[in-house]
């Protein structure tokens, strides 16, 4: 990567690229640490939105109990929880498209 640097004056290439390169060359690229991928970047963000929908889910129960004094706050905890539902459907989109992309570019 710095000899390319050198040789263009920037480094036009993505990671991926390069990786795809070394492996057509038949040098095997360093392995990445695999809380760096995209994989398990996308698992993270579904994982959190489906604990905090769990946890919004167990407020709403607590807030049920409590309804005279906290009655206004249950509409916007079920907007939350629709969020937090979306913020997974997000994250495992990202997981997929990753799979998805690696598969594409041959790195996978």
Do not use: F
């Not at 990567?1 to 991926?16: F, K, L, T, W």
């Not at 690229?17 to 760096?36: H, K, N, T």
């Amino acid at each position: 990567m710095a000899m390319i640097g050198v040789e263009n004056g920037r480094q036009p290439y993505s990671d991926a690229q390069i990786d795809a390169a070394l492996v057509r060359a038949g040098v095997m690229p360093p392995e990445r640490s695999l809380q760096q991928t995209r994989t398990v970047k996308g698992g993270q963000v579904a994982a959190a939105g489906t604990i905090g929908a769990g946890a919004i889910g167990a407020i709403q129960e607590t807030i049920g109990q409590a309804h005279d004094a906290l009655a206004g706050v249950v509409p916007y905890l079920d907007a939350a929880k629709w969020g937090l539902l979306a913020v997974t459907l997000i994250g495992i989109g990202v997981m997929l498209w990753a799979r998805i992309d690696d598969r594409r570019k041959g790195l996978r």
